[in-house]
């Protein structure tokens, strides 16, 4: 059902090895046995906490038979029935009111599984386990983690952090695997006639990336002024940094104006009369 594509029509893009190695790898490919464990490890928690909260509490008979254990449960039982219509096995069921007392004779003692539940400790085994991943993939640790508490979101995508650095490299390689493909779809059109033949001469293809570091926009816009005072930069370039249309922003600016100078001459009462 397909349709073959000559090879010189598909973009191959490589990622996380070598520019001499022909496949590129995912990037989890180096941490998969990281992410292995911490999946076991959840789900082993959850698990343990599972069966440990599901058991209100354990009596220990000391000097009791078997049969007088099963005796007593099945006297202190408020309700008996079997969870499995093809099981023989009753199940006893007690409830206790909040604030129930009990009174344990000799010989009889209470333990209470969930009291003894302590998840900090696998916790913290699974943030370390976590914390590595994050180093490997020159990450922030807060993106595998979910917990910014050991450092501020705005200290870890400085600009001059290793995370954001990766970003930045990661941004530039799909900037320029992006304007290949813009560029071929230009090239396409123009051989299909939808487009004239010397429009590269006349076109030009810039490609905004999102900002990644903290902004303080009062310092950037200072910083701007600055540059467009000395002709660094164009006002071009500085709407665009804006998220404006240049070209868009000057009609407006133009439509504005007449509509002020309008206004100023009915006030004047130079308007035209009839």
């Not at 499995?84 to 344990?104: C, F, K, Q, V």
């Not at 407006?252 to 006030?267: C, I, K, P």
Request: a positive charge; charged letters at 25%; glycine letters at 6%.
């Amino acid at each position: 059902d397909g349709e073959p594509v000559d090879a010189v029509h598909v973009q191959h893009r490589k990622a996380n090895v070598d520019a001499n190695v022909k496949r590129g790898l995912p990037l989890y490919f180096a941490v998969r046995k990281n992410l292995r464990r911490v999946e076991k490890l959840l789900r082993n928690m959850s698990a343990l906490a599972e069966i440990q909260s599901a058991i209100a509490l354990i009596r220990k008979h000391r000097s009791a038979a078997r049969n007088g254990v099963e005796q007593f449960v099945a006297d202190g039982a408020c309700a008996t029935g079997s969870p499995n219509i093809h099981s023989a096995r009753n199940r006893h069921l007690s409830h206790y009111a909040p604030g129930t007392i009990l009174d344990a004779p000799a010989g009889l003692e209470y333990d209470f599984p969930a009291s003894g539940v302590n998840a900090s400790n696998f916790v913290t085994v699974l943030q370390a386990e976590l914390r590595a991943i994050a180093a490997r993939l020159v990450m922030p640790e807060f993106m595998f983690t979910s917990d910014a508490s050991n450092a501020n979101y705005s200290s870890t995508l400085v600009a001059e952090g290793p995370a954001v650095k990766m970003f930045e490299r990661l941004q530039s390689s799909l900037k320029n695997d992006d304007l290949r493909v813009m560029w071929r779809v230009i090239d396409n059109a123009a051989a299909a006639g939808r487009l004239p033949r010397d429009v590269r001469r006349h076109v030009d293809l810039q490609v905004t990336l999102p900002s990644l570091h903290v902004r303080d926009q009062l310092r950037e816009c200072q910083i701007e002024r600055i540059a467009y005072e000395r002709g660094v930069l164009s006002p071009q370039t500085w709407s665009q940094r804006l998220g404006l249309d240049y070209d868009q922003e000057q009609k407006n600016f133009a439509m504005h104006t007449g509509v002020a100078s309008g206004e100023l001459r009915d006030a004047r009462g130079e308007g035209t009369h009839h």
